[in-house]
Each structure stands twice: as structure tokens, then as C-alpha cells.
């Protein structure tokens, strides 16, 4: 079983990149953040070419995000900023005030 079907999911680290999008797929109300839980986020890439920006790659993916996390994507100057090298990271504290539960100990 998936959590995409009803599972829970556990982000008790970072979730970096692709893995963000476990917020796309799953409702917040089954998924938690341990405290040190977090959410990496940078400018998409076009493969193999390793010097190559996907903008429009970087667009669906934000645009896929709940609005809160798209809006604080936006407070830091949207997608065509988030970074190429290095990222922005939401971390559990912040998680948590927009709503997603912390997970049990």
C-alpha cells in the first residue's frame, strides 16, 4: 500500500527535491514532521546536462504545492529564484504552524 491510498507518511529528516512532493500527493492530515524534519527545495534541472535550468519544470512542481507552501516560495521571491545550487529549507517548526502534525516520539 501506498500513501498516495491512505497511508501515513513519516518525514523525520530532510525530504529534499523531488521528495517535496509528497506534499502534492498526500493530504496534510496524513502526513507529519519530526522535529527535525524538512523540506529542501531548489531550481529544477534539466538531465544529463548538469548546467541546464528547467523553469518550466520548477513551475509545475511549485504549482503543484498546497498554497501555503507556495506561499512562502513566493515570500522568498518564487520559483524562478528558488536556487540552482544549494536550496530553501522549510523546516518542521514552520511545517507545523502551517497546519501538518508533528509526529509522535
Not at 30 to 59: E, M, Q, T
Request: proline residues 7%; glycine residues 10%; contains cysteine.
Amino acid at each position: 500500500m501506498s500513501a498516495r491510498f491512505g497511508d501515513e507518511v513519516e518525514i523525520r529528516g530532510s525530504c529534499r527535491s523531488a521528495c517535496t512532493l509528497v506534499v502534492s500527493e498526500v493530504p496534510r492530515q496524513r502526513i507529519c514532521f519530526g522535529p527535525r524534519g524538512a523540506l529542501g527545495f531548489h531550481l529544477a534541472r534539466n538531465r544529463p546536462v548538469s548546467g541546464s535550468r528547467n523553469d518550466a519544470a520548477s513551475k509545475w512542481m511549485v504549482d503543484s504545492y498546497p498554497a501555503d507552501i507556495r506561499a512562502w516560495i513566493d515570500a522568498r521571491g518564487g520559483y524562478l529564484q528558488l536556487p540552482y545550487e544549494g536550496e530553501w529549507v522549510l523546516r518542521a517548526p514552520e511545517l507545523w504552524a502551517m497546519g501538518y502534525r508533528r509526529c509522535p516520539d
